[in-house]
């Protein structure tokens, strides 16, 4: 048979990808996606794509359950990937984004993940792989909510890892840094609906930094950005080699910041991430 996988968040950029790159190393993959027209793009490409709103529980376990009549009750891995930021400066998010923004990068997630561990627990093994972020090591400006969401991501992974050892179930990171993807454009309609930026005591910060990054449809990229095809990279060493490692490091980026979070105090940390 056919290795398994679900891969959330296919309908463009990493999880895209994923699904391309591992479809031809010969896995069975299940490509979901939050929205059914995305899905009905994926199965035009010859993809097994169930519908999964992380922000849906109903859509998680009905998602699931596709999956799980498709390979007789067998899945062999699972890789968490869909998120969207909130950006915007932590006095101005109110409490109800930052509600919407765990609900779709960290809550949804626990609750597949949940449900996906019992099943692995069967087999006496599997793999459950975290797409995290270099927010997830450090923090940034404007960027709290999505750094909040990625911190607790890495908290609550490292520890599964220890409290499944020895079922057979490897738990895993992997952490992008920039990657070429619609992430910004992605992250607006949650900015326009939750941030009142016009009534900000940092209305200018707004109008001079985040708004024309956020905007920019020039095709620019960030330093060290690097396609997705990085990351699927990453991905298949995590699946396919025989002891996976904890967490896999993608761009320069996340190597600068793993390292810088090893020696740096506070206060430089605070220094360097003004300047960004």
């Not at 069975?28 to 999964?52: E, L, Y």
């Not at 960290?106 to 692995?120: A, N």
């Not at 699946?239 to 490692?245: G, M, Q, T, V, Y």
């Not at 190597?255 to 979070?261: C, K, N």
């Amino acid at each position: 048979m056919k290795r398994s996988i679900l891969i959330t968040g296919c309908s463009s950029g990493i999880g895209h990808d994923a699904a391309h790159g591992l479809r031809n190393r010969g896995w069975r993959v299940f490509a979901s996606c939050r929205q059914q027209k995305d899905c009905d793009r994926m199965r035009v490409m010859g993809f097994d794509s169930p519908r999964i709103d992380y922000t849906d529980s109903a859509s998680i376990e009905s998602g699931l359950a596709e999956v799980l009549e498709a390979t007789g009750g067998r899945l062999d891995a699972l890789f968490n990937n869909g998120a969207h930021p909130l950006s915007a400066a932590v006095e101005d998010l109110p409490t109800d984004g930052l509600r919407a923004i765990f609900e779709a990068n960290f809550f949804g997630w626990h609750d597949l993940t949940r449900q996906v561990i019992p099943i692995m627990r069967r087999q006496e093994e599997g793999r459950i792989i975290q797409c995290s972020s270099t927010l997830g090591l450090v923090y940034m400006k404007w960027r709290g909510a999505y750094a909040a969401t990625k911190h607790a991501l890495e908290a609550l992974t490292d520890t599964m890892r220890v409290e499944l050892d020895g079922t057979g179930i490897d738990v895993i990171l992997v952490e992008p840094g920039p990657i070429t993807t619609k992430f910004r454009e992605n992250g607006i309609p949650w900015f326009e609906h939750y941030i009142e930026w016009k009534r900000s005591p940092r209305r200018k910060d707004y109008e001079t930094g985040l708004i024309p990054r956020m905007y920019d449809d020039s095709g620019s990229k960030d330093a060290f950005e690097l396609p997705p095809s990085a990351v699927t990279a990453k991905l298949v060493k995590a699946l396919e080699a025989r002891r996976p490692k904890p967490r896999y490091y993608v761009t320069t980026p996340t190597y600068v910041a793993g390292y810088l979070r090893r020696i740096l105090s506070t206060r430089a940390t605070d220094r360097l991430i003004k300047r960004i």
